[in-house]
């Protein structure tokens, strides 16, 4: 069974940088894939960047240019690191899993994933 545990969420002012991390076990490389999501107040789930296999990602386009997505497969932790942060990038960041094909997940879809951490608060301030 894969667990997941987000971290390094935090306050920042617009325009700063924070880099989110969730550490896995029970991870197995080449099945599961590995998927960033965040919900502000108010509003749905969305998808942020998705990564299998450690070389293939997929981004929000809000995300593309800004955040990168890696896995660190010495120690099974998966990064988020945010760039040029915006007041409405604030909201609770997930970590996420699944068993699915790219090619299900390739859309970020929160219903594709099954797995989920607890989230970590990011607030982004003007």
């Known amino acids: 069974q894969i667990q997941l545990a987000e971290s390094g969420g935090g306050s920042v002012q617009a325009g700063g940088s924070l880099r989110l991390s969730c550490e896995v076990s029970?991870?197995?490389?080449?099945?599961?894939?590995l998927a960033w999501f965040r919900q502000a107040p108010g509003k749905e789930r969305e998808g942020v960047a998705a990564?299998?296999?450690?070389?293939?990602?997929t981004y929000a386009s809000y995300a593309k240019g800004r955040f990168t997505i890696s896995l660190d497969s010495t120690n099974n932790t998966l990064y988020l690191q945010m760039n040029d942060l915006k007041p409405e990038d604030t909201a609770m960041y997930y970590c996420a899993a699944s068993l699915k094909g790219w090619y299900y997940l390739v859309n970020l879809r929160s219903t594709e994933f099954p797995y989920w951490g607890q989230g970590t608060q990011v607030s982004v301030s003007s």
């Open positions: 029970g991870y197995v490389p080449n099945s599961h894939k």
């Open positions: 990564l299998a296999r450690n070389d293939i990602t």
